[in-house]
């Protein structure tokens, strides 16, 4: 993981004005960046970046700045921190429960209203994957503490989506129909076993050499059970959803069709064709999993190794919310006629 870090340091000097933070959340000392928008702009309004799963630095591996270039343009601060545990922050990522999250992401918000002067009503969320546990919690529970939000291959049920997880990574492994049916009964039974909540000695000793390492099994074990069904309802911060039709980690096309039958006024959904699990450009990255080459071709590509309708849809959501009027060269993708022309949201963006 280090190396990666090395791979794409050369990315953060495209964040100008960078500056370096650093605020308490619980126990930990949390550190990150904050991006002012460029041109000297005054801020429309700040954006926190929430992580999806893993060991992630405040940057993602150099892949949040191709979303935070034009958006800085735009007129748009930014606020990213690294997880527990990772870069100079203390703690350990492995150790939170969504709760935990939640809470962590309430404090980054708070510091930051107090530290560059923005409302509520200024503060956005943008989240990935796993935050599809975290911000729609927020939303229903804290709703005055921030304006909007933004999810980004959000999946409902953590049970489900890795059983859909699962059976892509082995369909794109090659195995057969019956093998992958062997596979998924596998791991209905672990998740079984996992229901019952055993100490790691008996789980370890069920699984053999299937188990999860003990940090890893503790921090399934205590989100395992994430939901967001009960809040999807209760929702009225305005919020938009967007996945990518290709995604290989998320069903896309169940939780798009959730949505639009859940038909809630504070929603807006998008469906975008080749488009991966984080926006890029399916025809450039195809694979479930990226893994250094695909970082380097991140690197290499810049913002175009976005799917080309993402950026577009973002601003032009993003600024009816600050009740900007959009003038971005962005925008004029969503009038042409490209293979990767976003689909029509269910509610006007």
């Not at 100008?16 to 702009?41: A, C, H």
């Not at 969504?98 to 009503?121: C, H, K, N, P």
């Not at 909007?148 to 409902?156: E, Y």
């Not at 993003?318 to 029509?344: E, G, V």
Request: charged content about 15%; hydrophobic content about 40%.
């Amino acid at each position: 993981m280090k190396l990666l870090v090395l791979l794409f340091v050369l990315t953060l000097s495209a964040c100008s004005s960078e500056e370096s933070i650093v605020f308490r959340s619980g126990d930990n000392q949390l550190s990150g960046v904050y991006l002012p928008p460029t041109g000297g702009q005054t801020g429309k309004a700040v954006l926190l970046f929430v992580h999806g799963d893993g060991e992630m630095p405040y940057d993602a591996y150099g892949y949040y700045p191709l979303l935070w270039d034009p958006l800085r343009a735009e007129g748009y601060a930014i606020l990213s921190w690294d997880k527990p545990g990772v870069g100079q922050s203390t703690g350990n990522w492995l150790e939170q429960s969504m709760a935990d999250r939640q809470a962590e992401v309430l404090d980054a918000i708070q510091w930051v209203q107090s530290r560059y002067g923005f409302t509520a009503r200024q503060t956005g969320l943008v989240g990935f994957s796993q935050a599809g546990w975290v911000l729609p919690s927020l939303a229903v529970d804290h709703p005055t503490q921030f304006g909007f939000m933004v999810g980004i291959g959000f999946a409902t049920n953590w049970i489900e989506q890795s059983r859909y997880y699962t059976r892509i990574k082995h369909t794109e492994a090659g195995a057969t129909e019956a093998e992958i049916q062997a596979v998924l009964l596998a791991y209905d039974e672990e998740i079984a076993l996992l229901l019952q909540a055993p100490d790691y000695t008996d789980y370890r000793q069920a699984m053999g050499d299937h188990a999860m390492p003990a940090d890893r099994y503790h921090f399934v074990l205590k989100n395992l059970q994430s939901d967001a069904r009960q809040d999807y309802p209760l929702i009225h911060t305005p919020t938009l959803f967007i996945w990518g039709e290709d995604d290989l980690n998320v069903d896309a096309r169940l939780e798009f069709e959730r949505q639009q039958r859940a038909a809630n006024p504070a929603v807006s959904t998008q469906l975008i064709a080749s488009s991966n699990h984080g926006l890029l450009d399916s025809a450039y990255f195809p694979r479930q999993r990226m893994d250094t080459l695909d970082l380097l071709k991140l690197h290499w590509l810049g913002e175009s190794a976005l799917v080309p309708g993402a950026i577009p849809t973002l601003i032009h959501w993003l600024n009816q919310q600050t009740q900007q009027t959009a003038h971005s060269p962005w925008l004029s993708l969503l009038q042409t006629d490209s293979t990767h022309k976003p689909r029509p949201a269910t509610l006007p963006l």
